[in-house]
């Protein structure tokens, strides 16, 4: 019994020593932050997000930093959208263990962080957000879905991942494209491919003028045929 009691002991002591110091409360995160001279802010918070300083985000979140705190300027984005945009997934993912919003949106373009990972190809990302709660077929202002910001930016391996969450492959957003459309106006042949075999539809007119018409007037060949061994007619 003492045997086994020294042995717990110690493996306590252990657990508790992996630690870091900064690790209590809010006073004792306060404290480590003077000595490393990092100033306890709005500017900093979002700075240190940008850099991918996960430490130093820890510190200040654990010091009672609001997480969802926005830029003062610009498109008002919050910590989690930086996170997101410059790729810093376990960055992301502390955040949103401290509750960031993850359907707070910029006031420029109107998207979320969701969105903003699939405009920006983060995969990992875009499925942890799925995880917290996002909507694979959330709408950015222009009604446009993660799936056609994938696709005009064309993130195949995004696409792919959309499609396999649920997302709706034949969506439309204000002007009445689909993530279909939006590929073959960018010259995303690989994208084109992957929302062909997901069943996109290529009747689909935007101001009278079909992915297959849109291709042809661009003189991609490759694009032309494979909307054409889909089906797609003038």
């Known amino acids: 019994f003492i045997r086994t009691l020294f042995g717990l002991m110690f493996l306590v002591g252990v657990f508790l020593a992996s630690f870091p110091l900064y690790a209590g409360d809010r006073e004792s995160a306060l404290n480590e932050l003077k000595k490393m001279d990092i100033p306890f802010d709005a500017e900093t918070y979002l700075d240190r997000i940008k850099q991918g300083d996960t430490v130093s985000v820890d510190l200040l979140l654990r010091a009672g930093m609001d997480p969802d705190t926005k830029e003062k300027n610009g498109g ?7 996170s997101v945009i410059f790729g810093h997934i376990d960055i992301t993912k502390l955040l949103l263990a401290h509750g960031a919003d993850i359907h707070a949106r910029d006031s420029v373009f109107h998207l979320t ?30 009604k446009e879905t993660a799936l056609m910001l ?14 396999d969450l649920g997302a709706e492959v034949n969506a439309k957003n204000s002007f009445g494209a689909t993530a279909l459309f939006d590929a073959v106006r960018t010259l995303r042949p690989e994208v084109v491919e992957a929302l062909l075999e997901k069943g996109a539809d290529v009747k689909v007119k935007v101001n009278g003028v079909t992915a297959l018409t849109k291709a042809k007037r661009m003189g991609r060949l490759d694009l032309v045929k494979l909307l054409q061994n889909a089906g797609a007619r003038e």
Do not use: C, Y
């Open 150 to 163: 994938a696709a005009a930016n064309g993130h195949v391996e995004t696409v792919k991942a959309l499609l």
């Open 76 to 82: 008002r984005r919050t910590g989690l959208i930086f």
């Open 113 to 142: 962080p969701f969105l903003w990972a699939a405009q920006e190809g983060e995969t990992v990302t875009m499925k942890i957000l799925v995880e917290a709660g996002s909507d694979v077929n959330d709408r950015g202002i222009n």
